[in-house]
């Protein structure tokens, strides 16, 4: 039986993948790159310095800027998304979440949250869910980000479980190969057949029968 449950933020609680789109491609057309959505599958999961890094190697700039002046581009765009998040409400929440998390709680299993995100705790006060989650992982304290495992077995620590008695919930493809590498079954949320090597796939957490997950 599983005992842990850990879940990316972006795209599989609330759908701020799309807003994060949104702000890198502002930023990115003011520098002149031009990017779609199947670029921005890559960016899904990475830190922001890393997703303005391949960014700039897209447009063939990856040499065009010093660190003074990638930190203003970050914040331009973060400034841009945190405009978007002000609209945030719980109607963001995605489809079958709420309910999922609840039952977490009322079965004692213990949720955490593993976001590259370095919004992720303002997030979830905005949407009022962060007291579902017992931990939520400081990406600071990290020293490699998604695809490395470091994350999840961080969070898994923390919540007080094994690899393999935890499950973890991703959207990005980045984040699908650090639970495999961790040692966590994967479950990809997506609408689209795109996650290579989820243990399983769902469109989203209305699809999961919670019980028959945790026997997994
Ligand atoms: C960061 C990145 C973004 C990435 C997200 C993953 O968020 O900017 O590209 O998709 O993590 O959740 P930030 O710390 O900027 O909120
Ligand atoms: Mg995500």
Redesign the pocket.
Known sequence: MKKGMIF????VIVD??FY??K??QYLAKQIDIDFDAKFNET??????V???EKILLYGDKADDFSMAEKNIL?NR??DY?VQLLSKLTEKNILPGVLPFIKQAKKNNIPCAIA??????TMILEQLNIKDYFVVIVD?HSLSKGKPDPEIFLTAANLIDVSPSEAIGFED?QAGIEALNRANIFSVGISAQDNLVGADLRVDCFEKINFEQLLSM
């Open positions: 990316d933020l972006d795209g701020t993948a994060h789109f702000a890198w960016l899904k999961g990475i830190s922001r890393e997703s303005l970050m765009k973060n998304y976001s590259a995100s370095k919004n992720a990406p990005s």
